[in-house]
Nanobody
Framework: QVQLVESGGGLVQAGGSLRLSCTAS????????MGWFRQAPGKEREFVAA????????YYADSVKGRFTISGDKAQSTVYLQMNSLKPEDTAVYYC??????????????????????WGQGTQVTVSS
């Protein structure tokens, strides 16, 4: 069993910054990639950012590109999401996810929630205007 635990959420004013962390624990864990998704009230869960450990490639949703940065340490099974220039529309529950092996052949495989096998419980991010 693999557990993902997120931390770092909170309340911040527009223009501010937050850093989310996610650590995987449990049985011997080796992932292909890890990602962040978010879900706002009344909306579907959406892709935010992902990192593929091999080569260190990173991927971002257009809405966060240039403001958010994903990074991590595969050996520590930890991934971070640095969020700068936050906007009220970034308000959501943010979920960390782990992808053990690539499933989809699409070039946008990283953006599909079904690509990921394990999910954290989520951490609330609220951006006030």
């Amino acid at each position: 069993q693999v557990q993902l635990v997120e931390s770092g959420g909170g309340l911040v004013q527009a223009g501010g910054s937050l850093r989310l962390s996610c650590t995987a624990s449990g049985r011997t864990f080796s992932s292909y990639a890890m990602g962040w998704f978010r879900q706002a009230p009344g909306k579907e869960r959406e892709f935010v950012a992902a990192i593929r450990w091999s080569g260190g490639s990173t991927y971002y949703a257009d809405s966060v590109k240039g403001r958010f940065t994903i990074s991590g340490d595969k050996a520590q099974s930890t991934v971070y999401l640095q969020m700068n220039s936050l906007k009220p529309e970034d308000t959501a529950v943010y979920y960390c996810a782990a992808d053990l092996s690539r499933r989809f052949g699409s070039s946008r495989w990283y953006s599909f929630a079904g690509e990921y096998e394990y999910w954290g419980q989520g951490t609330q991010v609220t951006v006030s205007s």
